[in-house]
Nanobody
């Protein structure tokens, strides 16, 4: 199984970025997907999650209203549209998969089965 994240970069405050994560070798529709981020010196934190069907989405308070998570089950990909970026959004963003059919997603990293390699997002003021 591989989760291949891409789309990071260096932008300025207020800009947008779209992250993508391609799943390879995964029974994609059996998994809920999420994005986490980790900034230097900080713990990994949950950013957004989407259930297997794409109907139910969840966001951390810090990104709610600015970020949108979505998934394409046919293409086996998950996306994170990040709008109105702030310097505090700077981090390495990783996608993760957890095998569950529930509409309620975990937000703790240890609950997730597979992880991507991460993509760097840097937002300058």
């Amino acid at each position: 199984v591989q989760l291949q994240a891409s789309g990071g970069g260096s932008v300025q405050t207020g800009d947008s970025l779209r992250l993508s994560c391609a799943a390879v070798g995964l029974a994609f529709k059996s998994y809920a997907m999420a994005w986490f981020r980790q900034a230097p010196g900080k713990e990994r934190e949950f950013v957004a999650g989407v259930n297997w069907s794409g109907v139910f989405t969840y966001y951390s308070d810090s990104v709610k209203g600015r970020f949108i998570i979505s998934r394409d089950n046919a293409g086996e990909m998950v996306f994170l549209q990040m709008n109105r970026l702030k310097p505090e959004d700077s981090a390495i963003y990783s996608c993760a998969a957890v095998r569950t059919s529930s509409t309620v997603l975990p937000d703790t990293p240890t609950n997730f089965n597979y992880w991507g390699q991460g993509t760097q997002v840097t937002v300058s003021s």
